[in-house]
């Protein structure tokens, strides 16, 4: 019987194999970079091809030093290393210590050429991209009918408004006639849809370059219908990115863009609805104030008001003139017992009153003195209250 040996030990041979052969151990290898991916650990990890076959590769992060430019899908490549075999894996790949740029690869340039092409043709202008409908009814979506963009599209749509219509033209997203199928759906939805959907999920630069092709991209834009590219990962970018009416950088994300959030719209009618009736009630009131205050001012310039008005201010004027009145009254009563209290001072009957007398003589002068009359001359004395008449007999003087 045969010896029976386990997978590892095969592994571990064909490794020993592998790094007992002096061309292996240092060699160089050119081909077009494919699946290039930078991992977050530091390694770099893609794949080296030619148009028969391909090889998986690795540069480990402590041997970055060796490549001085960044990798990316399309790129035409020399890799410096060692072929090995990884055991756990059972498979052999690149292990890279320096990789040198070798021009542009083949898929890389024939973009290029394209893109430049439609740029001078102008069918990347601004000014021919159509606008996206906010309120979309009916979406049209070219893709895989069973890949995972599709599964993407439909739940965001489920979740943001099921009463969205989907039309889903099954397309072949990759390999050999998978542009005339994109083709065929873009022009089949073409009127049908408020907005289309063309893409795909991601992938390498051969995965995605149906989306790449020219008859693609002049059915972007001869299409009347506005057309969303979601072509891969946001990293990706194809030829339909640019001359689609908008990009999204996914699947899902093209979803987000074509499907209006039905609750957020519930929720922005509802408090449009709320601010209005706010704002209605508020008019009403501030309209009701107005009135009243109108009420009043017309209430106030009616004649039967103004009457009324005009005899208070009469029964007020009245008042005060009658407390005027009264008041100088008093004012002229005080001033006149003034007065009185000085005549009376003055006057003759108060110094008659004293016993004192006026005297005049027979031709009713005064007697202001001695020399005024004579003996035998008849006087009158008038006193308080009446008079005597006398004779002189007698004068003395001082």
Known sequence: ??????????????SRLFS?????????????????????SGHLYFTL????A?????????????????????????VFGSIGVYEQGGKYQLYAEEIRQD????LYEEFEFLKQKLVAEGLFAKEHKKPISRYARTVGIVTAQTGAAIQDIMQIARRRNPYVQLLLYPAKVQGEGAADTVVRGIRMLDGKADVIIVGRGGGSIEDLWA???????????????????????????????????????????????AVYDFLRLEQVLAGLHSDLTEALCQ??????????????RLRQCHPRTQLRQKQQWLADAGIRLSGLMSDRLKDYRHMLALFAQRLKGIS?????????AFVTNEAGEAVTGTDKVEIGNTVQAQLCDGSITAIVTKIEKN
Not at 49 to 52: E, F, S, T
Not at 103 to 106: K, L, Q, V
Not at 283 to 296: M, W
Not at 348 to 356: A, I, K, W
């Open 1 to 14: 019987m045969a010896e029976v040996f386990s997978v590892s030990q095969i592994n571990t041979y064909i």
């Open 20 to 40: 007992g052969n002096p061309l292996l151990n240092r060699i160089a290898v050119k081909g077009e970079v494919s699946n290039c991916k930078y991992h977050t």
């Open 49 to 52: 091809k030619d148009k028969a």
């Open 54 to 78: 391909q090889i998986a590769c690795v540069m480990f992060a402590g041997r970055r030093a060796g490549i001085s430019f960044r990798m990316e899908d399309g790129q035409s490549v020399i």
């Open 103 to 106: 021009g542009i690869g083949r």
């Open 211 to 257: 989306f790449n092709e020219e008859k693609v991209a002049r059915a972007i834009y001869e299409c009347s219908t506005p057309v969303i590219s979601a072509v891969g990962h946001e990293t990706d970018t194809t030829i339909a990115d640019f001359v689609a009416d908008m990009r999204a950088p996914t699947p899902s994300a093209a979803a987000e863009l």
């Open 283 to 296: 008019n009403i009131e501030d309209a009701r104030i107005e009135l009243k205050q109108k009420e009043l």
């Open 348 to 356: 003759p009957l108060e110094r008659l009153s004293g016993g004192y």
